[in-house]
């Protein structure tokens, strides 16, 4: 009689239970996992809106304390905070893994190293979802940010762009990783821009409130836009980090001293973005330092609007800007910081509306075949397997 195999289950480790970019993408990691029968566990280190959406799949979710990299951790005083924070979590992180016994760990991003540690040490394989791409960084710290990836059994990145930064930072991880773009789910339905623009320009900026992201640069090219005599509005839909509030103080002083407020309007964290976009004209995505990815210049596709992102490589390869040529019709990129080139951009979307607002509904139906949820989540079943197989001795 032929005896079904054991479903395999999995520790998902998360450094937050936000919903922003990382944390969307884990949304469509678990739905593949639980599609292809994983028993799956996550754990993050506080609660967060993230938390409802794991519970509402049938996921348990677990709170276990873990340090979690930051900046802040490089002063001396932040260093024996990270000393403090390890050994706390170092022995709740070895609690749980008793307890749990996963058949393989999921660090979802690198700033949970000590999930690796952890696992190694307990011979857990352990699979490393890499979404970042500190290029930017001195290149010591970006050696010892990719350090434990060498201990990491299988390793996937959400970009071409994000394994060659890996590679470049720690040459021993050189084709290690697998690139496995985002899952990006889509509307329910797409609402097509309005055909005339009565009343002015409608610009939108969806993410995270910091200064790596340029929303200042946003609300500098709305202002020059409104300089020229061009009507336009912008909707800053987001947040900032903890510890981060004073770039948001920064941000509505700015708007405050040009006597903006009646057209930039701050929506603070919104969980659901599609009505932000249904309601604007254009997105804008004007990071000033490499992305690994772009989500939100993904998601402003799969809503048939047109996209000004900076011109980095995470970005290009998001938006469809890399390789032989450009993939979408309605994209424009510019350079990073440059207000007044953002300016340009959204003064020629205006000026040729017709053509762009077309481009856009055509990719939205591109950005959906790219980006399928379902077409990710399965990778990352398969990834997940390829990396369990290595504990069961099928690999």
């Given amino acids: 009689m032929r ?7 999995v520790l998902v480790a998360h450094p937050s239970a936000d919903l922003y970019g990382s944390d969307r993408v884990l949304l469509e990691t678990v739905d593949g996992l639980l599609r292809h029968g994983t028993r799956v566990l996550v754990t993050v280190p506080a609660p967060g809106p993230l938390v409802a959406g794991l519970r509402a799949r049938g996921v348990t979710v677990v709170f276990c304390p873990t340090p979690v990299l930051r900046k802040s951790f490089l002063s001396p005083a932040g260093a024996l905070k990270l000393a403090a924070a390890t050994v706390r979590g170092g022995l709740a992180g070895f609690a749980l893994l008793r307890g749990s016994r996963p058949d393989l760990v ?22 490393t979802h890499v979404h970042e791409a500190e290029s930017s960084a001195p290149r010591p710290l970006r050696a010892a940010l990719a350090l434990p990836l060498l201990l990491s059994t299988d390793i996937v990145t959400n970009s071409s762009f994000s394994a060659d930064t890996l590679a470049a930072s720690l040459p021993w991880l050189r084709g290690r990783a697998t690139v496995v773009y985002n899952g990006v789910p889509g509307p329910d339905a797409v609402v097509p821009a309005r055909a005339e ?21 946003a609300i500098d090219a709305v202002l020059r836009l409104r300089s020229r005599g061009v009507q336009a509005r912008l909707s800053v839909v987001g947040a900032v980090f903890p510890g981060n509030e004073a770039y948001e103080e920064q941000l509505r002083e700015q708007v405050a001293q040009a006597g903006a407020a009646e057209f930039i309007t701050f929506h603070g964290f919104q969980d659901e973005v599609w009505p932000f976009l249904a309601a ?3 997105a804008v995505v004007p990071s000033r330092l490499d992305e690994p990815f772009g989500n939100t210049a993904v998601e402003a596709l799969l809503a048939a609007r047109p996209v000004i992102a900076s011109n980095t490589s995470g970005l290009r390869e998001a938006a469809g800007g890399g390789g032989a040529g450009k993939l979408y019709g309605a994209v424009q990129f510019v350079e990073p910081g440059d207000a007044g080139a953002l300016a340009d951009a959204l003064a020629a979307v205006r000026d040729r509306w017709p053509h762009y607002r077309e481009q856009a509904l055509a990719d939205a139906q591109l950005a959906r075949e790219r980006h399928s949820p379902e077409g990710y989540g399965d990778n990352m079943a398969r990834q997940v397997a390829a990396a369990v197989g290595v504990r069961s001795g099928k690999r």
């Fill in 3 to 9: 005896t079904s195999q054991p479903r395999p289950s």
């Fill in 106 to 127: 999921l660090a979802n991003t690198i700033t949970v190293p000590l999930w690796t540690v952890l696992a190694r040490l307990s011979g857990i394989p352990v699979l």
């Fill in 197 to 217: 623009l009565d009343g002015g320009l409608e610009v939108v900026y969806l993410g995270r409130l910091s200064h790596r992201k340029g929303v200042d640069v």
């Fill in 280 to 282: 604007a004209d254009v």
